[in-house]
């Protein structure tokens, strides 16, 4: 599969790459997305709500990386597709509403399932209920009894840090040492650039259901994936971040940075009072507060501020130049890994890669690429096999 190159048209290397993966490796996928659709539940509302919440896209980005390398080592589709729903009952399906919720976030990519955050009481109840269907699936056969352990281990870890992150919102102690929260980020395990789990338990978890040993270095090198996930989505999400009450690691570098140290810490207290201001002023429907967060102009203002901060500053070109070395290192890492996982997870980094130069190419603006998902899978020969209702 062609590598991606800086200079690159990441726009374009987005598509083909995407429709190269798809139609290599999207068939269990989809086939996990009509399996999901067809899981019985006893109330026709919890029913109605476990249909909102299937998203073939998320499903395809999370589970890209272990449907791939199990492909590669001889795994039957089938078996695939089988390992992709109990996956899927037990993280995807569950986090992405609760990170959702937690966040007030809502991605262009992503469906907005409307009746999961309409209500938070709706999404904590299904996410019980997708968890125990998961458990009983999974203890149906030796092979999702081997996986469970592998999967709710690391999922574990996700929710709880998913849960600190939120209840550390809009503290402003945190802006008064930020030196400590750089190296927290840079060298903790607990570290937020380690709070996206998909790529270790999606891998680790089937590589336990097939009974394939993990190859040496391997959980290392998924540990440096998710950091890298983490440090170019926190380019794109800055505005989301620093709305919802986050010191995310650009802004800990500025505030770190003497020269607008200042200036960036009175910026980020005036953007926490006017968001808090948003937020109490609403209840607790996650997609109505989310626009009302992104149509605030005094919000927008603001954060055009901080974001010029940084740029000016170099901090955001610095954090780029991180990232942009850590997918180097991982890319030989994985050169010399046994090539039914280097060259699928090599393909994984690099359409991340090409979302940071998007980024910077659109000023650090998360702006949403001409092709659609629905576009890349009918361009890969996938048309109407990806669960839609």
Same mark, same amino acid.
């Given at each position: 599969?062609?590598?991606?190159?800086? #200079?690159?048209?990441?726009?374009?290397?987005?598509?083909?790459?995407?429709?190269?993966?798809?139609?290599?490796?999207?068939?269990?996928?989809?086939?996990?997305?009509?399996?999901?659709?067809?899981?019985?539940?006893?109330?026709?509302?919890?029913?109605?709500?476990?249909?909102?919440?299937?998203?073939?896209?998320? $499903?395809?980005?999370?589970?890209?990386?272990?449907?791939?390398?199990?492909?590669?080592?001889?795994?039957?589709?089938?078996?695939?597709?089988? %390992?992709?729903?109990?996956?899927?009952?037990?993280?995807?399906?569950?986090?992405?509403?609760?990170?959702?919720?937690?966040?007030?976030?809502?991605?262009?990519?992503?469906?907005?399932?409307?009746?999961?955050?309409?209500?938070?009481?709706?999404?904590?109840?299904?996410?019980?209920?997708?968890?125990?269907?998961?458990?009983?699936?999974?203890?149906?056969?030796?092979?999702?009894?081997?996986?469970?352990?592998?999967?709710?281990?690391?999922?574990?870890?996700?929710?709880?840090?998913?849960?600190?992150?939120?209840?550390?919102?809009?503290?402003?102690?945190?802006?008064?040492?930020?030196?400590?929260?750089?190296?927290? %980020?840079?060298?903790?395990?607990?570290?937020?650039?380690?709070?996206?789990?998909?790529?270790?338990?999606?891998?680790?978890? $089937?590589?336990?259901?097939?009974?394939?040993?993990?190859?040496? #270095?391997?959980?290392?090198?998924?540990?440096?994936?998710?950091?890298?996930?983490?440090?170019?989505?926190?380019?794109?999400?800055?505005?989301?971040?620093?709305?919802?009450?986050?010191?995310?690691?650009?802004?800990?570098?500025?505030?770190?940075?003497?020269?607008?140290?200042?200036?960036?810490?009175?910026?980020?207290?005036?953007?926490?009072?006017?968001?808090?201001?948003?937020?109490?002023?609403?209840?607790?429907?996650?997609?109505?507060?989310?626009?009302?967060?992104?149509?605030?102009?005094?919000?927008?203002?603001?954060?055009?501020?901080?974001?010029?901060?940084?740029?000016?500053?170099?901090?955001?070109?610095?954090?780029?130049?991180?990232?942009?070395?850590?997918?180097?290192?991982?890319?030989?890492?994985?050169?010399?890994?046994?090539?039914?996982?280097?060259?699928?997870?090599?393909?994984?980094?690099?359409?991340?890669?090409?979302?940071?130069?998007? $980024?910077?190419?659109? #000023?650090?603006?998360?702006?949403?690429?001409?092709?659609?998902?629905?576009?890349?899978?009918?361009?890969?020969?996938?048309?109407?096999?990806?669960?839609?209702?």
């Amino acid at each position: 599969m062609k590598r991606f190159l800086p #200079g690159t048209d990441p726009i374009d290397y987005d598509f083909r790459t995407t429709v190269d993966l798809l139609a290599r490796y999207g068939e269990p996928i989809f086939l996990a997305c009509r399996q999901l659709r067809e899981v019985d539940f006893l109330f026709p509302r919890m029913a109605l709500l476990h249909q909102d919440a299937i998203d073939p896209e998320l $499903l395809f980005r999370q589970t890209l990386p272990s449907v791939a390398v199990g492909t590669r080592l001889g795994v039957e589709p089938s078996a695939l597709a089988e %390992y992709v729903k109990i996956y899927a009952l037990g993280q995807t399906l569950v986090l992405n509403n609760m990170d959702r919720h937690l966040d007030l976030s809502a991605s262009y990519s992503l469906r907005d399932p409307a009746l999961l955050l309409a209500d938070v009481n709706s999404t904590m109840c299904f996410a019980v209920t997708s968890v125990l269907t998961m458990v009983r699936e999974a203890s149906l056969t030796p092979a999702g009894r081997r996986a469970l352990p592998v999967m709710a281990g690391v999922t574990a870890e996700i929710v709880q840090s998913m849960h600190d992150n939120y209840a550390g919102r809009f503290d402003l102690a945190a802006l008064d040492h930020p030196d400590t929260l750089v190296d927290w %980020y840079r060298t903790n395990d607990r570290s937020r650039h380690l709070g996206s789990g998909f790529y270790t338990s999606g891998l680790l978890g $089937l590589l336990a259901y097939v009974a394939q040993p993990v190859p040496e #270095g391997l959980a290392e090198v998924l540990r440096k994936m998710r950091r890298l996930r983490q440090r170019v989505d926190e380019l794109a999400d800055l505005f989301e971040d620093t709305a919802t009450g986050l010191v995310s690691y650009p802004v800990a570098r500025g505030l770190a940075d003497l020269a607008v140290s200042l200036d960036l810490r009175m910026l980020v207290g005036q953007l926490w009072r006017r968001a808090r201001h948003v937020i109490d002023g609403r209840g607790r429907d996650a997609a109505e507060l989310n626009r009302a967060l992104v149509g605030d102009p005094e919000l927008i203002e603001v954060h055009r501020a901080v974001l010029e901060t940084l740029v000016s500053s170099g901090i955001m070109r610095e954090c780029r130049q991180e990232a942009d070395a850590l997918w180097s290192e991982i890319a030989l890492d994985l050169a010399a890994m046994d090539p039914r996982f280097g060259e699928p997870l090599t393909a994984v980094i690099d359409l991340k890669r090409a979302l940071l130069d998007r $980024l910077e190419i659109n #000023g650090w603006q998360d702006d949403p690429p001409p092709h659609t998902f629905l576009d890349m899978a009918e361009a890969a020969g996938m048309e109407g096999r990806h669960g839609e209702r």
